[in-house]
């Protein structure tokens, strides 16, 4: 709980509203899941209840600021949801179709804003988003789940920018089959 919040702390120094509105989240979701665990019903209805929770937490958190304007903030929500759901994974019955979908989606937001940003992330922002990121990844690898596996192999990189594959297909120069072919592998193998 303490790494959570520091973690928290550390990627939001940007303003102490965005800071508070993250520790507002973090003890949103943590309330779901505290409720995913305690839930009386199914793990398929739990697991359903838990996920559209989430996703409208995410919805009402993701509309206070806008990516155009500052998109830091509404990574350090995707961060925090993900760090979340991670620390939920064990909870989440596989036998829910929304279990998988959730986490790609989210994985998939977060990527897209990434590749959005009008601006590299620092070098401390983003080595503190690489470690949260390779931490939850592992974390969901022990429960089975890999839909944060792109996610992980983008932050392995020096920097969004910094993959040659991407960089070459964006910058529309040649690109080596082989070279496109390992980075599609990396992409979808876990």
Same mark, same amino acid.
């Given at each position: 709980?303490?790494?959570?919040?520091?973690?928290?702390?550390? =990627?939001?120094?940007?303003?102490?509203?965005? @800071?508070?509105? *993250?520790? #507002? !989240?973090?003890?949103?979701?943590? +309330? $779901?899941?505290?409720?995913?665990?305690?839930?009386?019903?199914?793990?398929?209805?739990?697991?359903?209840?838990?996920?559209?929770?989430?996703?409208?937490?995410?919805?009402?958190?993701?509309?206070?600021?806008?990516?155009?304007?500052?998109?830091?903030?509404?990574?350090?929500?995707?961060?925090?949801?993900?760090?979340?759901?991670?620390?939920?994974?064990?909870? =989440?019955?596989s036998e829910c179709?929304?279990? @998988?979908?959730? *986490?790609? #989606? !989210?994985?998939?937001?977060?990527? +897209? $804003?990434?590749?959005?940003?009008?601006?590299?992330?620092?070098?401390?922002?983003?080595?503190?988003?690489?470690?949260?990121?390779?931490?939850?990844?592992?974390?969901?690898?022990?429960?089975?789940?890999?839909?944060?596996?792109f996610l992980a192999?983008?932050?392995?990189?020096?920097?969004?920018?910094?993959?040659?594959?991407?960089?070459?297909?964006?910058?529309?120069?040649?690109?080596?089959?082989?070279?496109?072919?390992?980075?599609?592998? #990396?992409?979808?193998?876990?």
């Open positions: 709980m303490a790494d959570e919040e520091a973690d928290q702390e550390s =990627l939001s120094r940007g303003g102490g509203g965005c @800071a508070a509105e *993250l520790q #507002r !989240l973090g003890e949103r979701l943590q +309330e $779901l899941e505290r409720q995913l665990r305690e839930s009386c019903g199914t793990a398929v209805e739990a697991a359903t209840e838990y996920c559209q929770q989430l996703c409208q937490t995410l919805l009402e958190y993701a509309e206070k600021w806008k990516a155009s304007e500052d998109p830091l903030p509404l990574l350090e929500v995707y961060t925090v949801a993900i760090q979340s759901y991670a620390k939920a994974r064990p909870y =989440l019955t179709e929304n279990v @998988a979908l959730v *986490l790609e #989606r !989210l994985a998939l937001s977060c990527v +897209e $804003l990434l590749l959005c940003l009008p601006f590299e992330l620092s070098d401390n922002q983003w080595k503190e988003f690489q470690a949260l990121v390779q931490v939850a990844h592992q974390k969901l690898m022990e429960n089975g789940s890999c839909e944060l596996h192999t983008l932050a392995q990189e020096t920097g969004v920018w910094k993959n040659p594959v991407l960089h070459a297909i964006l910058s529309q120069e040649s690109l080596d089959k082989e070279k496109g072919k390992n980075f599609r592998k #990396r992409k979808y193998i876990c």
